[in-house]
């Protein structure tokens, strides 16, 4: 998993309330993801960093925020979760171009199974 | 906008037959194509890349996928499927530094 950890890996929780999901890495790599998967749509992106303090949404952004204090962690936040949001969330991180085997492929992390009741 | 499109949410094969996962494209520029796998109840796995150069991609576990410009696809293969690729295969297409995916088909190898 590219050293990739996402906590917590399961969480339950009510409609209304704030939730937040963290994404760990272990290699300092600049480029952070977070995706949505569901059936019938593969994944999308939610948000996406590209340095500490410096995201950019993706293409299903509404109803999330995310931060980025510390070039290891990467949080999706919530606001206030909404059934529609019961999803499996994942993180992603982009290896840079140059280095030699790779170009911008990503490394997903285990995903984090979330429902809003 | 770049994007890919996964025409057959399932595909069905016997151990030891050929397999083939569909992938077309649309991208402005020179398209760059990746395939991932999703085992049940993990995170997605890289498989390959195509870049540039030859139009057939060598990958892990045995696959390989093929460009085609004039049809604007890149479809996976494997000579000889096993029980154990049964699992979730996503074609992306890179613009900027994101990703954009297909969504998804399930591949079921029987015994």
């Known amino acids: 998993d590219a050293g990739i950890t996402q906590s917590p890996r399961h969480k339950v929780t009510e409609t209304g309330t704030p939730v937040t999901l963290r994404c760990h890495q272990t290699?300092?790599?600049?480029?952070m993801y977070w995706y949505r998967q569901d059936p019938g749509h593969g994944l999308r992106l939610i948000h996406y960093?590209?340095?500490?303090?410096?995201?950019d949404k993706g293409e299903v952004s509404d109803g999330y925020s995310v931060s980025r204090s510390k070039t290891e962690d990467f949080l999706l936040t919530l606001e206030s979760a909404t059934s529609s949001q019961t999803s499996v969330y994942f993180c992603a991180i982009s290896v840079p171009a140059g280095t030699p085997s790779s170009y911008n492929e990503q490394f997903f992390g285990p995903g984090t199974r979330l429902t809003v009741l | 906008a770049q994007s890919v499109a996964q025409p057959e949410d399932q595909v069905n094969v016997a151990e030891g037959n050929p397999l083939t996962v569909k992938c077309t494209y649309s991208?402005?520029?020179?398209?760059?194509l990746f395939w991932y796998v999703q085992y049940p109840n993990r995170g997605l796995q890289f498989l390959l890349k195509?870049?540039?150069?030859?139009?057939l991609v060598k990958g892990s576990y045995g696959f390989e996928a093929e460009f085609n410009k004039s049809q604007t696809s890149f479809h996976l293969k494997k000579p000889s499927a096993l029980v154990s690729d049964s699992a979730l295969y996503f074609c992306a297409v890179r613009y900027d530094y994101k990703l954009s995916f297909g969504a998804g088909t399930t591949v079921t190898v029987r015994a």
């Open positions: 195509y870049i540039t150069g030859d139009n």
């Open positions: 991208v402005s520029g020179n398209p760059y």
């Open positions: 960093s590209y340095g500490v303090k410096d995201t």
């Open positions: 290699e300092n790599h600049r480029y």
